[in-house]
Structure formats: C-alpha cells, structure tokens
C-alpha cells in the first residue's frame, strides 16, 4: 500500500522559507508525478506544483517566483521549498500521487499545517 | 488558467436522497476531470477519475458524468458517511485547477 508522510516546521516567521518534505513508501518515485497542494484554513485546495522523476517540474504561475520542489531518489522523497512567505501562504499542506496518464490525485498524504507568524 | 465552477455551494439532503453536483470548466477539458471527497480535517479522497472512471474502493453509489465543459458528480443514495466536501479538479492543463466545493450537510 502506496503511502505518503509530509513533515517540516509548523511554524515560519515572515519572509523566511518554508520547507517541507514528502516521504513515499511502497512505490518508486521514479514511477509518478508528485504534487504539493495546500488548502488555507477555511479556504478550498490550491495546486502548487509537480515533479516528474528528476526531468521535470512545473509550478503554479501565481507561486512560480519563490517555489521550488525537488526529488531525492536515494531517499525516496520529495520536497518543497516556498521563500520569502507572508501570512497568506498559512495553510495545510498535502502531498501527492499521480500516476501517469488521465487517473487524478490517487493518494495523498495526511496533510500537515504550517502557519506564517513571527 | 481553466477556471472550474461548482454548483451548488452547499446542499441540505436527506440520508436515502439523490444527490448532483455540477462542476463547469471555463473551458473545454475533454474528460480531465477528476472528483474528490474532503472529510473534516482529513486528506481529500479520488472518487472518480477522467469523468466518469470510479476509483478502485469507492462505492458504486458514486457516479461521474460529462465531457467537454460540463459535468456531474451523482450519489445515488446518500449515506450518513457521504456527509462532506466534494471537489473537481482539471487536470487537462496546468496549472491543475480545482472547483471551490460544494458541502453536503446534514438536514
């Protein structure tokens, strides 16, 4: 069974970088895109970005300038790094699966909460 | 970017009731759409995938409709643990885009 463990600080002061990290078990993450997605409190679920093995990745335009996710093959995770954060990028966090081709979001993480206060 | 649009907002069925959820893309996305399930404080869940294509362990009171720029998402019965938040999602261009939700509470 494919699962997926985000961790990282729960709390960043403003202008500094948030950075979390994806861990996937059970499946090779070479086989998938992985995607970050956060929801703010109260609010509806936003994409973030993807990454494909180590060739590809692709942001949300309105995150593209301070966002930056990467692979680690070696430890089979994922990461995410978002700098110069301001209140509004409070929210939880999710990882997760998507096989190639047209099958959606198959398996997510449970999610971690990260909130932007000095 | 593809603008997703959900409809209703919220709805007040009864257990036993049919239930439609109607999400509109901006723009034509074929059959890249998928439907998720939110629970409070918990991950969302894929219900269906490209439409109309039921997730491996859902149950088949759950049906996806549509292509193009409409479509559906249909409880046949409800039953007390489908009490929660439903989202589409395109995934036909990036970035990947979700509808605002639609909440099915208890009457």
């Known amino acids: 069974q494919v699962q997926l463990q985000e961790s990282g600080p729960g709390l960043v002061k403003p202008s500094e970088t948030l950075s979390l990290t994806c861990s996937v078990s059970?499946?090779?993450?070479?086989?998938?895109?992985w995607s970050w997605i956060r929801q703010p409190p109260g609010k509806g679920l936003e994409w973030i970005g993807y990454i494909y093995y180590s060739v590809s990745t692709n942001y949300n335009p309105s995150l593209k300038s301070r966002l930056t996710i990467s692979i680690d093959t070696s430890k089979n995770q994922f990461s995410l790094k978002l700098n110069s954060v301001t209140a509004a990028d409070t929210a939880v966090y999710y990882c997760?699966?998507?096989?190639?081709?047209?099958?959606?979001?198959?398996?997510w993480g449970q999610g971690t909460t990260v909130t932007v206060s000095s | 970017d593809i603008q997703m649009t959900q409809s209703p907002s919220s709805l007040s069925p009864s257990v036993g009731d049919r239930v439609t959820i109607t999400c509109r893309a901006s723009q034509s996305i074929s059959n890249f759409l998928n439907w998720y399930q939110q629970k409070l404080g918990k991950a969302p869940k894929l219900l269906i995938y490209?439409?109309?294509s039921l997730q491996s362990g859902v149950p088949s009171r759950f049906s996806g409709s549509g292509s193009g720029t409409d479509f559906t998402l249909t409880i046949s019965s409800l039953q007390p643990e489908d009490f929660a938040t439903y989202y589409c999602?395109?995934?036909?261009?990036?970035?990947?885009?979700f509808g605002g939700g639609t909440k099915v509470q208890i009457k």
């Open positions: 999602q395109q995934n036909y261009n990036t970035p990947l885009t």
């Open positions: 997760a699966r998507s096989p190639p081709g047209n099958y959606g979001m198959d398996v």
């Open positions: 059970n499946d090779p993450i070479s086989s998938s895109y």
């Open positions: 490209a439409a109309s």
